[in-house]
């Protein structure tokens, strides 16, 4: 039997999600026999100049003045055209549900970090998730998602990490891409940000990230384009920072690559407090101002206008503006299907959907004598850490959601003022370890008091020791856990051996206890259904099948930069009132990002790339490789004796450089099953961009195969001699012809 394979071609047309059957009909879309781009241009034809300006700048409702009733506190709205039948824009924040964050929407599902859902790998999760958030944020009277955030995990400690999809192109921009279908599926734009690169928060306002084009095709803007071929976003948001010293809102080389050279049809609107400028802007490509109240001047509003009067901007680079917008209001189905008044949602539906994705998304790191599962036989148990009774612990800024229940604590005193503060959602592992556990006796201790906590292992069977890594947007965090947390473990596991550690990280941590721990699982940051989750993996309910998206690294030197560079300066809102100086960055690892980086240098990491366990065992063989169709093939076995999903992974290493991921599998087997998995490869991810050739180059020479179980794993390798192949920059899997080495040398 063949399975459905992640990241290749063959997923690409073989998982076709359908439209959300809760979702309205999009009636009128089959109806018209125009196209998207037809439809707006018509409309175009019949807005004056005033009502074009209108379309292309909105605000930022929490701080907008004289705000109208209709309009709630949330991240944006652009006013409608009533007489033309144009809706308001009304946007929300993000990938891990409708946010409330700062703002006073009706609290929402709160999903598991993007980070979690990319531990995975499965683009089903993904495009459920995002159908859960779309219905959700539709249901809330929303029609526009600023979800989608796929920038690359170059800094294990960004603050915004948890809102990405770690550090591979092609699991990033597969992920994202099924992710913005889902939540399109519900008739509403969805956003893929922050464009094209965006990888720390440290002076994320001025930064320049200097980095060559071809470099930034292999790594952050593949992630963007393949999500953009797979999702088709209604618009992309442009990042705050600069890049090769322009600024990502006004970057025409940037722009030019997204539009000309992808054929992008949607529209580009700024991040809130992201634009400098009018008529550069414009040039460049930036379609809208979003959040003006957060820009030190309105730019596309009477400014533009005055532009149109000096001839500086033409009315008709306002007409493809517009266009663009109205374009994609059309092809998402919002133009067709309004958003109505809010209506109530079904948490609870909301839920299983979070804790659907929390259980495949936990990683088992380590499971030492087989201490995980739990034995129905532990009598004393231990559970220890802050807040473990309450709930499980979320990321901040933005796309912060809260749900009713959550426990908040201040935020350190160095975090901005708008943040909300530290939240702990509502799912408490402590009463889920207690459901499972009915007959052993449940102790918990806070931890607070590191001697006590030992006492209490020492006499415990085994210890349930939760740790934690808060980040937020606009500060990046430390690489350990916070405050004192890994003294809180070393002392605890000292105590007793039988000790299972459950992080709560945004990304990577350090682990210098890691010896003494008995079991480690990484359970990121979990939702709304998160601490069922936990304790079904750790009782043995569940079997764990996350894989990591992103390295662990064994040391801070490890790091392509060892100290991020630059002001740690948090910075308030409105943002461009207390920026430090602009400062040039440089990462060193260019397009080898991540697990290609510690290729590179030789670095041995904590837990490399694609790492996961399981409570079974699974053996790949007969690797096989069809040079004509680039279709790899393979079988996986469950050697063990629990059913459980494997994420078998296939590497290429090229003629010159590093290995990179080409392609997965998701397989769910019962023991003693086998199945066999077809991968075809896209060939951009075996490729170089070269700038002379305007296109990627596949080299001449020797391919390695590598079917691997993580990124430093040997595993079983073929060679294939391929030919040189040139491809245009356009080039897309959908535009592949069948046999695309059919013209091989
Ligand atoms: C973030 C965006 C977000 C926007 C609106 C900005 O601070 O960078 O990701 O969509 O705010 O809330």
Request: contains cysteine.
């Amino acid at each position: 039997m063949s399975v459905i394979a992640a990241g290749s071609i063959l997923l690409a047309s073989s998982f076709c999600p359908a439209a959300n059957a809760e979702s309205p009909q999009n009636n009128a879309q089959e109806a018209q026999a125009q196209s998207p781009d037809e439809r707006a241009a018509g409309l175009v034809a019949q807005m004056t100049l005033d009502e074009k300006i209108q379309l292309v700048h909105g605000n930022y409702p929490k701080v907008m003045e004289n705000r109208p009733e209709d309009v709630p506190v949330s991240a944006g709205w652009v006013p409608g055209i009533e007489r033309l039948g144009i809706p308001a824009q009304r946007a929300t924040d993000a990938s891990l549900g409708v946010a409330a964050g700062h703002r006073t929407i009706k609290p929402a599902t709160a999903l598991p970090s993007s980070m979690l859902l990319a531990a995975t790998w499965n683009p089903k999760l993904a495009f459920d998730s995002g159908a859960l958030i779309g219905k959700e944020a539709r249901q809330q009277g929303f029609n526009i998602l600023l979800a989608g955030g796929v920038n690359l995990v170059r800094e294990p400690r960004g603050g915004r990490n948890f809102e990405y999809l770690g550090e591979d192109p092609l699991l990033a921009g597969t992920l994202v891409g099924y992710s913005v279908k889902g939540i399109q599926s519900n008739n509403i734009v969805s956003t893929m940000k922050h464009y094209p690169i965006h990888p720390q928060e440290t002076g994320r306002f001025v930064l320049s990230v200097n980095m060559d084009e071809a470099a930034l095709r292999e790594s952050d803007l593949l992630a963007f384009q393949k999500g953009i071929e797979i999702g088709d976003p209604g618009s992309i948001m442009c990042s705050y920072n600069r890049i090769n010293s322009h600024y990502g809102c006004e970057n025409a080389i940037m722009f030019d690559i997204l539009k000309k050279d992808w054929g992008y049809p949607g529209w580009v609107i700024s991040d809130w407090g992201a634009v400098h400028s009018t008529v550069k802007a414009v040039h460049a490509g930036l379609d809208q101002e979003a959040g003006e109240e957060l820009d030190t001047n309105v730019w596309y509003g009477q400014m533009l206008k005055d532009a149109v009067g000096t001839g500086a901007v033409s009315e008709k680079q306002i007409d493809g503006m517009v266009t663009r917008i109205l374009r994609s209001l059309y092809a998402t189905g919002v133009m067709d299907n309004p958003v109505g008044p809010p209506q109530p949602l079904d948490l609870e539906k909301g839920k299983q959907v979070a804790k659907a994705a929390a259980l495949e998304g936990i990683v088992l790191l380590k499971n030492d004598d087989n201490l995980l599962p739990l034995a129905a036989s532990a009598k004393k148990i231990a559970v220890i850490g802050p807040h473990a009774d309450a709930g499980v612990l979320s990321g901040a800024g933005s796309s912060q959601v809260i749900p009713e229940g959550s426990v908040r604590l201040d935020a350190p005193s160095n975090a901005p003022d708008w943040l909300a503060g530290i939240y702990y959602h509502p799912s408490s592992p402590l009463e889920a370890i207690r459901k499972l556990a009915p007959s052993a006796e449940v102790s918990y201790a806070n931890g607070n008091d590191i001697q006590a906590a030992a006492a209490l292992a020492a006499q415990s069977d085994v210890v349930i020791l939760f740790g934690g890594q808060w980040t937020t947007e606009a500060m990046d965090a430390s690489i350990t856990l916070d405050g004192e947390q890994d003294q809180l473990i070393d002392a605890v596991a000292a105590a007793n051996p039988k000790t299972v550690v459950v992080l709560q990280t945004g990304g990577p941590v350090l682990m210098p206890w890691l010896d003494k721990a008995g079991a480690v699982v990484e359970a990121w940051y979990s939702g709304a259904g998160g601490g069922e989750a936990i304790a079904d993996i750790i009782f043995g309910k569940a079997n764990p099948s996350g894989r990591l998206p992103v390295t662990f690294p064994a040391s801070q030197s490890q790091l392509p930069n060892p100290e991020i560079p630059g002001a740690r300066l948090p910075l308030p809102s409105p943002v461009n009132h207390s920026e430090p100086e602009p400062f040039d960055m440089s990462y060193p690892e260019g397009a080898d990002i991540g697990y290609r980086w510690y290729a590179k240098t030789d670095a041995t990491p904590l837990f490399p790339f694609g790492f996961g366990l399981s409570y079974t065992s699974f053996e790949h063989a007969a690797l096989a490789f069809d040079k004509t169709s680039l279709t790899a093939r393979f079988t996986v076995t469950n050697t063990g004796g629990t059913a459980g999903r494997d994420t078998p992974q296939l590497y290429v290493k090229p003629p010159k450089g590093e290995r990179r991921l080409v392609g997965w599998g998701i397989t769910s087997l019962d023991p003693g099953e086998s199945k066999t998995v077809m991968l075809a490869i896209d060939p951009r991810f075996i490729a170089h961009y070269a700038d002379a050739a305007k296109g990627w180059v596949v080299a001449k020479g020797k391919y390695h195969l590598i079917l691997a179980k993580n990124a430093t794993d040997p595993g079983i390798q073929i060679t294939v001699k391929l030919p040189k192949r040139t491809l245009p920059v356009a080039w897309h899997p959908d535009a592949a012809a069948t046999s695309w080495f059919a013209q091989s040398e």
